[in-house]
């Protein structure tokens, strides 16, 4: 299984809502990443779980929590966002260092779009 | 402050062509060079490459990478309008630092 698994594939909120994304992967992989695209631009990082620990928040507005209950979910909690947060959100993740970097696998993505 | 740079931003080529794409770095502690291909959602993994001068063959893609003059390659010969994608390229920091950002990207299109 070389798959990592998001849900949904698209969301649409409102700006009171609470919500969460899902990301799931089964390959023993100890990093887990979240990104967020906007059209057009590269994927910006967001958060990195190593081991199950926060170990990168790229400044992430506190409306976006993210959580890792196990090695093998990840969670992005979404409370009071706003319309400029709607982007594709993406889920990796990536084996030890020790393979020389994280070649990290993507998940299909969330579309989210705020309303 | 680490820095990766693609270029061009953008290509438009007919099918059959051969493309280049580039990707410059400036980072501390170099460890390995990532390519990925995004088409609609998810990119998906090219080649790692860590040894300066050794070519990764993948069918018509392969890429090459110089430590020396800090940039690498990615040639795709033969072109179809399948290889129609963004190309990401992406240098991780020192080791023990997970964080993996993007290049600008290479918004490649295949015109049949």
């Known amino acids: 299984d070389t798959e990592v698994t998001q849900t949904p594939k698209h969301l649409v909120m409102g700006m009171t809502n609470k919500k969460s994304l899902k990301c799931e992967q089964h390959?023993?992989?100890?990093?887990m990443y979240w990104y967020k695209q906007k059209a057009k631009k590269p994927p910006e990082l967001m958060f990195v779980?190593?081991?199950?620990?926060l170990s990168i928040n790229e400044s992430v507005p506190s409306r976006f929590s993210p959580e890792c209950p196990n090695s093998s979910l990840l969670n992005l909690h979404l409370h009071a966002l706003q319309p400029e947060d709607s982007a594709l959100y993406l889920c990796a993740s990536s084996q030890d260092w020790g393979q020389g970097g994280p070649q990290a696998f993507f998940g299909q993505g969330t579309r989210l779009t705020v309303v | 402050e680490d820095k990766v740079v693609q270029s061009p931003l953008s290509l438009v080529v007919h099918e059959g062509d051969t493309v280049t794409l580039n990707c410059s770095y400036e980072v501390t502690n170099f460890r390995s060079l990532l390519w990925y291909k995004q088409e609609k959602k998810a990119p998906t993994f090219l080649f790692m490459l860590?040894?300066?001068?050794i070519e990764k063959k993948s069918g018509r893609l392969s890429s090459i990478l110089d430590k020396k003059e800090l940039f690498s390659i990615l040639n795709i010969t033969a072109t179809q309008t399948g290889d129609s994608a963004i190309y990401l390229c992406?240098?991780?920091?020192?080791?023990?630092?997970?964080?993996?950002?993007f290049g600008t990207g290479t918004r490649l299109t295949i015109i049949p």
């Open positions: 390959m023993g992989h100890r990093a």
């Open positions: 779980y190593s081991y199950e620990k």
């Open positions: 860590t040894s300066s001068g």
């Open positions: 992406a240098v991780p920091p020192n080791f023990g630092n997970e964080k993996l950002t």
